[in-house]
């Protein structure tokens, strides 16, 4: 089992930064895929950025240049630096890990944080 608790969401104005986090306990933290999906209201949950075990990463065409996904493996923690944020942005953000990237791609985890609301007033 992975538990993955989220911090650092908020309210913030247009153009504004947040920066969450995710700590991650329970087994190798290295080993996994970590990412960050959000799901805003009235949507389906979509993947905002993945850091694969090996150090390459994704991100979703929605939030190139603007988020930077990072991963302190020492510290057993996921960032997302969240840069020059829009009123679309607004979602709960969720922490996610899985053994295979791909898994992420498509969608899916093995394993979920509880959430984190980022809210971006106008």
């Known amino acids: 089992q992975v538990q993955l608790v989220e911090s650092g969401g908020g309210l913030v104005q247009a153009g504004g930064s947040l920066r969450l986090s995710c700590a991650a306990s329970?087994?190798?933290?290295?080993?996994?895929?970590m990412g960050w999906f959000r799901q805003a209201p009235g949507k389906e949950r979509e993947l905002v950025a993945v850091s694969r075990s090996l150090g390459s990463t994704y991100y979703a065409d929605s939030v190139k240049g603007r988020f930077t996904i990072s991963r302190d493996n020492a510290k057993n923690t996921l960032y997302l630096q969240m840069n020059s944020l829009k009123p679309e942005d607004t979602a709960v953000y969720y922490c996610?890990?899985?053994?295979?990237?791909?898994?992420?791609?498509?969608?899916?985890?093995?394993?979920w944080g509880q959430g984190t609301q980022v809210s971006v007033s106008s």
């Open positions: 996610a890990a899985a053994l295979v990237s791909q898994k992420m791609i498509a969608g899916l985890s093995d394993y």
């Open positions: 329970g087994r190798t933290f290295s080993n996994y895929a």
